[in-house]
């Protein structure tokens, strides 16, 4: 299985290093999308197939959490893996999170620690192959 | 003496430029790091209910271009992606030590980081004192990060009459 | 055959059944590359964080450093065929000197790790699996046959 990813986060520098995470990962990857806030991301989940949302909370225009809980309120997107990638460190909003089905990776983090999560909340193993 | 808040932002600044920036904080400060022209400076500002404010992150030495290059592996990084790479460090830090202020576990909201000339810092500058102020070297260079919480000097001046 | 790797050190074999083997990791890394096609493996066993801090020094032993031992171990696979998505790459040791990590000034065995992430990142790979920090000495093992990877600490087995 090939999985199409979706990276939301307004830092261009943050995505970048999300990105290349994935690449490196040697997880089966299929398309991967950018968008700069939740917006954007609620956008392109609705028009192309994805199968993990690795996604920010402080973001411009549309937060992490309105986009979460505006994708669990469509029945269609009740299961879709998420993983929250933040510095929020606030427990109060960090339980929200979870609560809304979604995984949480505190930021600064290391790409070996991305890379576990992913693996964990996907259950696509890697296998180091050509 | 460090304040509880210091070492809060000590411990995030560490572990961010390690995690992310793969550099590690040299013990000590050498003298030729000591008297270094500001090259690049980045402020984030946050509110919750009780507290806004912001935080000012500065590099020397090298270490602004040295970020974007361990950052994006790119040994020749644009003036945008200097500007991004050290705006994404300075919310990272912000985002970890917010929470910490006045008790901590609050709920804030940070807006996206805006890169900050040498005169915007000259106009800022004295205007407020900050609340915690450290200073790390990495590298050759060094950063300077400083929290500032609006009407913490006024406060402070009302205190001590 | 069992090869001793010493400090400052490597070996690379892909003759089946040779064991390599390394003693007393302490804030030194003992890095494991294998590659899984051709079952080549090779252990190094580095001390120090960066060569900058001495060209002349790793110009004559390159795999005194994290970053020049890693180049030189890197290169012999390159150049035997290996690719990078048939490598892995694991790691143990980089202890501290302290039993309380707090008070190891230099905290050399914690830098040799950071650099090392550095290289990777750079030379765009990733780990697979790393048993680092603490206080105390590691001894790593790794099989040819099947890149098997032990390390010992304590008196206690782990397999990476």
């Known amino acids: ?130 | ?161 | 055959m069992v090869y001793t790797i010493g400090v400052a050190d490597m070996k690379i074999s892909g003759d089946n059944p040779d064991m390599l083997i390394t003693y007393a990791l302490g804030s030194c890394l003992g890095i494991a590359v294998y590659d899984l096609k051709l079952k080549r493996a090779g252990l190094l066993h580095c001390m120090l964080p960066d060569s900058s801090i001495d060209r002349n020094k790793a110009a004559g032993n390159p795999y005194m450093y994290v970053d020049s031992g890693m180049k030189a171990l890197l290169d012999n696979f390159y150049r035997n065929g290996s690719r990078k998505n048939n490598l892995i790459i694991r790691v143990a040791g980089g202890s501290s000197s302290k039993v309380n990590e707090e008070e190891d000034f230099f905290k050399i065995g914690h830098r040799n790790f950071v650099s090392l992430r550095k290289y990777l990142w750079n030379e765009g790979l990733m780990l697979k699996a790393y048993d680092v920090g603490g206080y105390g000495s590691r001894t790593v093992t790794l099989e040819v046959e099947n890149g098997k990877m032990l390390i010992k600490s304590k008196g206690s087995f782990k397999q990476l």
């Open chain 2, 1 to 161: 003496m460090k304040t509880q808040i210091e070492k809060v932002l000590i411990e995030s600044t560490v572990r961010t430029f390690e995690d992310l920036c793969f550099m590690y904080q040299e013990p000590e400060l050498k003298d030729a790091q000591k008297n270094l022209p500001l090259e690049a400076a980045s402020e984030v500002k946050y509110r919750s209910d009780d507290f806004t404010g912001k935080l000012l992150i500065e590099t020397r030495g090298g270490l602004s271009p040295a970020i974007a290059t361990n950052i994006l592996s790119n040994d020749d990084p644009s003036a945008q992606q200097k500007k991004d790479a050290l705006g994404e460090i300075a919310n990272i830090i912000c985002g970890n030590i917010v929470p910490s202020l006045g008790g901590g576990g609050r709920e804030y909201k940070i807006e996206p980081p805006r890169s900050l000339s040498k005169d915007d810092l000259l106009k800022e500058e004295g205007q407020e004192e900050p609340v915690a102020e450290i200073t790390l070297n990495f590298n050759d260079g060094r950063v300077d990060i400083k929290l500032f919480v609006d009407g913490y000097s006024a406060a402070k001046e009302k205190k001590s009459d």
């Open chain 1, 1 to 130: 299985m090939a999985l199409n990813t979706l990276v939301v986060d307004d830092s261009s520098v943050m995505r970048s290093i999300i990105i290349k995470t994935l690449k490196l990962s040697g997880l089966p990857l299929g398309d991967i999308w950018e968008a700069k806030n939740g917006e954007e991301g609620l956008r392109i989940i609705q028009d192309k197939w994805i199968d993990l949302a690795l996604i920010d909370i402080h973001m411009p225009v549309m937060d992490g959490e309105e986009m979460l809980t505006r994708l669990r309120e469509n029945d269609q997107y009740e299961n879709l893996p998420v993983i929250v990638v933040s510095s929020e460190s606030a427990p109060g909003k960090i339980e929200k999170m979870l609560k809304l089905g979604a995984t949480f990776i505190h930021k600064p983090f290391t790409p070996e620690i991305l890379k576990e999560v992913i693996v964990a909340v996907t259950g696509v193993n890697n296998e180091n192959t050509d």
